[in-house]
């Protein structure tokens, strides 16, 4: 048989078939107890993470591992990098898998909360009822991103030539070639917060960024404006959003995170003024179709050719293996 790849949750069905065809040898497809995870990392040349973690200490059973393809964007869910890079282990992500649907998830959230969707759906059903409440029309309002990736540069397009709303964004990192003409750069986030109408988080869930978005910048906020979280829990202070929509110091948020995983965040959905989905923006077929092609082209890449990732994360303190 050819070179084995674990893949704990299987990706597209047409995308698995595919590596069949080209002499891969699936293994532990569905089997993730920890104590498969060590039986298969100790036995492939390549695993595929979509929503598990793969910690040190497992890792180094991998002596044969090559290559830890994540099947979306956000690989620091999955892998600290530097672990895998002493080990000589690639970690590759598929950038461009997932950020139209995403985007097309934030556009909806950022519609559900601005027209008060979801709490006229829950309260019609109710016998008290509810009364019509003022909207925010997004024509003409400002949409602040933080972070400029894919998934924000799709979603202001969407809210720019759809909506005719315009387009503020703060990025410190990105190339000023990449950032649409329509999007005004700021110099801080704090004019991101205090000057735009709904505010839209995009910047990777890096542990560094733990709690970065606190009440110092909902502080900032007029009490009409909302807050969209697409990106990752970790970077929200969720007892100051809490404060904050109890209080009505802002008008309304939605999260795109999965409280189970992150409980913390639960008391968040008592709040009328809140909108949860169970990080789910990023499931189409369309976006599991690219990202399992992108996982295709990386595992041919690596193992098949003997290149490096064409979107590889793990340079720094890289150690080829022997």
């Known amino acids: 048989m050819g070179y084995k790849i ?3 949750k299987p990706i597209d069905d047409e995308c698995m078939k595919l590596l069949e065809q080209k002499g891969f040898e699936l293994i532990g497809v569905w089997q993730d107890s920890p104590e498969d995870m060590k039986k298969y990392i100790a036995q492939c040349d390549a695993a595929i993470a979509r929503v598990h973690f793969f910690p040190d200490e497992l890792l180094a059973l991998g002596k044969n591992m090559k290559l830890l393809q994540v099947h979306g964007v956000g690989y620091q869910d999955h892998v600290v990098c530097a672990d895998a890079a002493k080990r000589g282990i690639y970690v590759a992500y598929s950038p461009y898998g997932n950020h139209t649907t995403v985007a097309e ?8 909360m601005t027209k008060h969707i979801c709490e006229y759906d829950r309260k019609v059903r109710t016998p008290e009822g509810i009364r019509a409440k003022m909207a925010l029309e997004l024509e003409g309002a400002t949409i602040g991103l933080l972070g400029l990736g894919n998934i924000a540069r799709s979603y202001a397009q969407k809210m720019h030539y759809g909506m005719d709303a315009n387009i503020i964004g703060y ?5 000023p070639a990449f950032v649409p003409s329509y999007i005004r750069m700021t110099d801080t986030m704090e004019e991101v917060f205090a000057q ?7 910047i990777p869930g890096e542990t560094a960024n733990r709690g970065m978005i606190d009440r110092h910048f909902f502080g900032l906020m007029k009490p009409t404006a909302y807050f969209l979280n697409t990106a990752r829990d970790i970077l929200v202070n969720n007892d100051d959003l809490y404060q904050a929509l109890e209080s009505g110091s802002i008008a309304g948020a939605a999260a795109d995170v999965d409280y189970t995983e992150f409980p913390g965040g639960r008391k968040l959905l008592e709040l009328p003024n809140f909108i949860n989905t ?5 499931f189409s077929w369309g976006s599991l ?7 295709v082209r990386e595992l041919c890449r690596v193992l098949l050719e003997g290149k490096e990732p064409k979107y590889w994360v793990n340079q720094q303190g890289f150690v080829p293996k022997a």
């Open 171 to 175: 990025d410190p990192y990105i190339d």
């Open 196 to 202: 735009a109408d709904v505010v839209s988080l995009h």
């Open 6 to 8: 674990y893949a704990p």
């Open 289 to 295: 179709r690219r990202s399992g092609m992108n996982c």
């Open 105 to 112: 998830g934030a556009v909806g959230l950022t519609i559900a």
């Open 278 to 282: 169970p990080h789910a923006m990023a």
